[in-house]
């Protein structure tokens, strides 16, 4: 059974940190692409970064330079972390997984929702003073 479980949301002040974890069963990393997917208030959802199953990365501009995505194959978890927070970060964070062949619709692929086969239930990011 496939599963994508988020932890490590909350409440953190502007320029603060948090570092989020997804937990992976029933697929592998090698296999898999994992991206971090956000939604906030009255938006669309809106993929913001991903690691591909060769281990490469790709950021959008928005957290480029702030964010870090990393994994640990052998505990079947990838890892967001998120540095010089701005209340417009502020959303509920889902991590997802696509095939690896989804690279093959470009380098953009993770930006869109609809990429994704497998979907967490989310973790609440506040940033707020």
């Known amino acids: 059974q496939v599963q994508l479980v988020e932890s490590g949301g909350g409440l953190v002040q502007p320029g603060g940190s948090l570092r989020l974890s997804c937990v992976v069963s029933g697929f592998s990393l090698d296999y898999y692409a994992i991206g971090w997917i956000r939604q906030a208030p009255g938006k669309e959802r809106e993929g913001v970064l991903c690691?591909?199953?060769?281990?490469?990365?790709s950021y959008a501009e928005s957290v480029k330079d702030r964010f870090t995505i990393s994994r640990d194959n052998a505990k079947n978890t990838v890892y967001l972390q998120m540095n010089s927070l701005k209340p417009e970060d502020t959303a509920d964070y889902y991590c997802?997984?696509?095939?690896?062949?989804?690279?093959?619709?470009?380098?953009?692929?993770?930006?869109?929702?609809?990429?994704?086969?497998?979907w967490g239930h989310g973790t609440q990011v506040t940033v707020s003073s």
């Open positions: 690691i591909n199953s060769d281990g490469s990365t």
């Open positions: 997802a997984a696509a095939h690896g062949r989804a690279v093959m619709y470009g380098p953009t692929w993770y930006r869109d929702p609809q990429r994704y086969e497998f």
